[in-house]
């Protein structure tokens, strides 16, 4: 059993009908059809949603998946409408709220790895394999692909696995020239944030993307090249056969397993709440990401 430690009760907005909660989004509906995303400050590890949130994180989320949309504007568009807060919003929706076009969505996780590490990493130690793609013998935690690979993902409820597929399972469910496409996009806004991220001393390992249609067009949603839906390493530390140090949530993963937390994670009881020192340096690593990738500071 897993999900949310503690459900939270949606705000209700004037004018705004609430569709859902997931693991960090609230999403919306306004009058006029558009969608409402709301990124709260909640953060999730090993399928929990945990009771503690992690200051500024939905803000941070929000602001680099803007201005990794404006990077990748000429190769796919997205689905920001407007970054104008709804009427009767709470303040506290400003710089984490997005108004968006309601998509058609495609029910896939469309994974990028460039290197090999996680679920993939698993995979390869039993089969040489990652989704049914073979790759060469002799790569270890952290090895770098000989070139990035689309690696799909069925899209799991809050509390469950998404499970790795293949791209054969993949075009059997959305259809050949869907995948085709997914596969297309997905490799190439990976490799124009791989190369980016690399100018300013990241390694972006591997990143999921949602994609909806609008009409007969592909369009990217939800968040882009965040460390939420990313593994962004520290280049200057990268060292193959062992976990990387990243920007994200390791620390809170960490300490989750640690004896100082007196959870076990095979139990079934929910986490407890996190130290705010864990909070703190939890924060400090997703601000650091946004100003080292954007090259502006976090105020």
């Known amino acids: 059993m897993s999900g949310f430690v503690e459900k ?19 999403l ?35 602001q680099l998946s803007l201005w990794w949309f404006d990077q990748i504007a000429d190769l796919i568009p997205n689905h920001v409408l407007s970054t104008d807060l709804p009427e009767g919003a709470p303040a506290d929706w400003a710089g984490r709220t997005l108004v968006c076009k309601s998509l058609q969505m ?13 679920s993939g990493l698993l995979e390869y130690n039993e089969s040489r394999t990652v989704c049914g793609l073979a790759l060469p013998e002799g790569l270890v935690d952290g090895s770098e ?18 499970e790795n597929v293949s791209y054969e399972e993949v075009a059997r469910q959305v259809g ?10 997905t490799l190439a806004v990976y490799s124009r944030g791989r190369d980016i991220a690399r100018d300013r001393g990241i390694i972006l390992a591997d990143t999921k993307f949602e994609f909806g249609f609008d009409g007969d067009t592909l369009v990217l949603a939800d968040e882009i090249l965040t460390p939420d839906s990313s593994r962004f390493w520290p280049a200057d530390q990268w060292q193959p056969g062992r976990a990387q140090p ?17 959870w076990d994670r095979k139990s ?25 990738l954007t090259g502006t500071s976090w105020s």
């Open 246 to 262: 990243s920007y994200d949530k390791q620390f809170v993963r960490d300490w989750l397993t640690s004896p100082e937390s007196g």
């Open 28 to 62: 919306y509906q306004n009058e006029a059809g558009d969608l409402v995303m709301v990124a709260s400050d909640r953060i999730s590890a090993f399928d929990w949603v945990l009771p503690t949130e992690i200051t500024d994180k939905g803000r941070v989320l929000t």
């Open 145 to 162: 692909l000989p070139a990035p690979i689309f690696t799909p993902a069925t899209k799991a409820e809050v509390g469950e696995h998404d």
């Open 106 to 118: 495609v029910p896939v996780e469309a994974v990028a790895r460039g290197y090999l590490t996680g």
């Open 268 to 292: 079934e009881q929910p986490p407890p709440p996190l130290p705010q020192e864990i909070v703190d340096r939890t924060r400090a690593k997703y601000v650091e990401a946004y100003e080292r």
């Open 8 to 26: 939270p009760e949606p705000i209700q907005v004037p004018g705004l009908v609430h569709l859902h909660t997931g693991k960090v989004r609230e």
């Open 176 to 185: 050949a020239d869907t995948a085709a496409q997914l596969r297309q996009a």
